[in-house]
Each structure stands twice: as C-alpha cells, then as structure tokens.
C-alpha cells in the first residue's frame, strides 16, 4: 500500500547549519506531498506542499521539491535557527486521507 | 479565535472507564478527522466523517464510537478503557478532503493517560 518513509532522528545541527531530511513514499497514481511540522505540546501545523510533479513548495526558508522520478520529496533549510527544534513529518494523500511518515525529530543547539 | 478546538487538552481515568473527547472547528470545513498519535509519535488515521456522513473507519476497537452532530463538530467517545488507549488524540479538519490537496489543520490535541 502507499506509504512515507523519512529518515529516522534524532537530527542534531548547529544554527545556522543546511538541514536536510530525506523522504521517499511509495503511491500509485499522482498523490499531494506534505510536510508537517509540530513544536512541543502542540499539534501538527502544515509547513509546505507540493500537488504534482515538478511543484516546489516553500515557506519560513523551508523548501522541498515533488521528485516523481525519484519518488521522494526532501526538505531543506539553509539556515536553520534554535527555534526550528521541532518534529517534522512527510506525508502524502491517499484517497480521502493523508498517511504520515514516522517524523524525525530536529534538536537545534545554538 | 482557534480554528480546530478540543477539549479536554488532558484526560486521566482508570481503566473500565467511558470518556468523550470533543472537537469543534470554526473554518467551515466540511471534513473532520481523528488522529491516534503513540508514544513514538507514529500518527495513525481512525475516523473521517465529510458533512456527517462516515467516511474512512479504519481497523478501530468499536468501543471507539465517533459522532458527529453536525459538520462542524466531530466527538469521540470511548468504552471501557484500556492501557494501550493510552496516547494522544488529535482532530483535524479539511476542505474538500484530502483528495483536494490543501491538507489538514489540526487541533492541538488530547493527552489520554489510562491508569
């Protein structure tokens, strides 16, 4: 079935560091890509998307590109900050509903 | 004003017990959803109702029973409760589904602790 893989944290980084978090899926058809982002204590805020082939989905310096050729959906910041400490998750659409990757967990030491 | 709201935002109770979670959204969204969330952050589907009707029920216990009194509302109400019910419950909403693309907007969540 569809399904999110995405790299397994911690991810620990500097400030100021490139981030990069991998994420490929597996789906048939042409799904929507997501990434989702949760501080602490809170719910899931929607970070970016991308709805077909090809689509770069920015925001807060945040990016990720919608790679059907490689199935994946990577996102990346050039600069991360302290506050950026999240958990982040790729999830795609199947159907009526979004299937989740496992998150990875980012740590930001200033 | 909050977009998606649940209540309570914690909830302790011993095991055998019944609770209710409620989820209320103002965006005028005609799909709601309930989230399981584990202790190691896996996020599982449960329920999805569009416009009150039933619409995704996956492998659930029955003694989860979600009801929806109108599209605006979608509660979550829980028999006899177990150990491993123990997590945190998130509702969310969306426009269109999700087939349309825009994604979800959550609620901040329900920590269910069974004792």
């Known amino acids: 079935g569809d399904s999110v893989t995405q790299m397994e944290g911690p991810v620990t980084l500097s400030e100021e560091a490139f981030l990069t978090i991998n994420c490929t899926y597996t789906?048939?058809?042409?799904?929507?890509l997501f990434w989702y982002v949760q501080y602490p204590g809170e719910g899931l805020q929607l970070l970016l998307k991308?709805?077909?082939?090809?689509d770069k989905g920015s925001n807060k310096g945040f990016e990720a590109t919608y790679r059907k050729e490689t199935t994946s959906f990577h996102l990346e910041k050039g600069s991360v900050q302290v506050s950026d400490s999240a958990v982040y998750f790729c999830?795609?659409?199947?159907?009526?509903?979004?299937?989740f990757g496992k998150g990875t967990r980012l740590h930001i030491l200033p | 004003d909050t977009a998606v709201s649940q209540t309570p935002k914690y909830l302790v109770t011993q095991m055998g017990n019944d609770k209710s979670i409620k989820c209320e959204q103002n965006?005028?969204?005609?799909?709601m959803y309930w989230y399981k969330q584990d202790s190691k952050k896996f996020l599982k589907i449960m329920f999805s109702?569009?416009?009150?009707?039933?619409?995704i029920n996956e492998t659930v216990p029955n003694r989860f029973s979600p009801k929806s009194p109108d599209k605006a509302h979608l509660n979550l109400h829980i028999n006899s409760l177990e150990l491993g019910d123990s997590a945190v419950y998130f509702c969310?909403?969306?426009?269109?589904?999700?087939?349309?693309?825009?994604?979800?907007?959550f609620g901040s969540g329900t920590r269910l602790t069974v004792v």
């Open positions: 969310a909403s969306s426009q269109d589904g999700a087939r349309a693309g825009y994604g979800y907007t």
């Open positions: 789906a048939t058809g042409y799904p929507s």
């Open positions: 991308a709805t077909k082939a090809d």
């Open positions: 999830a795609l659409t199947r159907d009526d509903k979004i299937i």
């Open positions: 965006l005028g969204h005609d799909t």
């Open positions: 109702y569009n416009n009150k009707e039933l619409i």
